[in-house]
């Protein structure tokens, strides 16, 4: 079947067709729904749609592939617990809230897909983190994975902060197009935001980084992006989601293996989806900072659910973090490999 990109509207009326005519589950031979950002984040899963490697692999599964890309965490959640995908490359934080909305039985975390690139960019003039008291800072949305970071750090540093921007330092989720405006004008101190959004504020806006989140974990290690799956797909349809994993360990291994030609076709992929390309400068800049693994850094992920507990953001009550992760499929297609 040929790849085909589609709004999240236009998504919703598959999942209540689904529904509405029972079928007891996935269709084992449907095409595999796939969703993925037009983000270098997600350079696997662009690599992946780019070289046909998820195709290749789900067509010896005898299925075929459906691509659909989303531009934040919650859309790409709702289409996949509402049974319009099957699997989505997202963030930690949507990965965790998903989890928890369907109380651990709706989705399970089969691979990390990256790791790094996020900072805390700041205007020159702040020194140190006292000189934020009284500033208006950023993240990309709130409760999402650099808002939990973010709201972390600040209250590690001895600041009080609430989710209505209020507090000795007022953070204000808002879009990374809208915080690149905003701190060029002045308007903002600082914003803690994924790649390449840092790059561009320190290009674009004359910023500096003020806290590299690798030096707040063991190792330097922390988890960027996961592929998320629907537990209804797993338990129904477990060879099919074998062979996306396949092609997602293949994905990677090319990106290992040929990171400037890697780089540069997750460049065009963001380019034929959004219609614009990053600078060569930015994404040369930010692909630096990621790396892209297969590891979920199940320890930092679990870390960043109990943060945004503490935060107020999800309730863990009675929630096994642990039964998020699904390990053994990794571990068999890699051993396979």
């Not at 589950?25 to 899963?45: C, E, M, S, V, W």
């Not at 490697?53 to 509402?82: C, H, M, R, W, Y």
């Not at 002045?186 to 504020?201: H, K, M, N």
């Not at 692909?287 to 943060?307: I, R, Y």
């Amino acid at each position: 079947m040929s790849l085909s990109r589609r709004s999240f509207l236009a998504l919703v009326p598959v999942a209540a067709t689904s529904a509405a005519c029972g079928g007891g589950g996935p269709d084992p031979k449907a095409p595999l729904k796939l969703g993925y950002f037009p983000n270098i984040t997600h350079a696997t899963a662009l690599v992946g749609v780019e070289r046909g490697l998820f195709k290749q692999e789900l067509d010896a599964a005898g299925v075929g592939l459906e691509t659909f890309t989303f531009n934040a965490g919650p859309a790409a959640i709702e289409a996949l617990l509402s049974g319009a995908l099957d699997a989505t490359y997202v963030g930690p934080n949507p990965a965790i809230n998903a989890y928890v909305k369907s109380k651990g039985q709706g989705v399970r975390v089969i691979a990390g897909a990256a790791t790094g690139g996020a900072y805390f960019v700041v205007k020159p003039e702040v020194a140190a983190a006292a000189d934020l008291r009284g500033k208006k800072v950023a993240t990309p949305q709130l409760g999402g994975t650099q808002d939990v970071a973010l709201r972390t750090w600040l209250i590690g540093q001895g600041f009080k902060v609430d989710e209505f921007g209020g507090g000795d330092v007022s953070v204000t989720p808002q879009e990374n197009g809208r915080t690149l405006e905003a701190f060029r004008s002045g308007e903002l101190a600082g914003a803690w935001v994924p790649e390449p959004w840092a790059t561009r504020l320190i290009a674009e806006g004359g910023g500096k980084v003020l806290v590299d989140e690798r030096t707040l974990w063991p190792e330097g290690r922390y988890t960027t992006t996961v592929l998320l799956v629907r537990a209804d797909s797993l338990r129904a349809r477990p060879e099919v989601i074998k062979a996306l994993l396949r092609g997602h360990v293949a994905a990677n291994r090319w990106i290992a293996a040929e990171s400037a030609a890697a780089r540069d076709l997750a460049n065009a992929a963001i380019e034929k989806i959004t219609g614009k390309a990053l600078p060569p400068a930015v994404i040369e800049r930010a692909w630096q900072n990621l790396q892209f693994t297969t590891d979920p850094v199940q320890a930092a992920l679990t870390k960043s659910a109990e943060d945004a507990a503490g935060l107020g953001f999800v309730r863990l009550q009675g929630i096994e973090l642990g039964g998020l992760f699904a390990p053994e499929l990794l571990r068999e297609v890699e051993g396979a490999g």
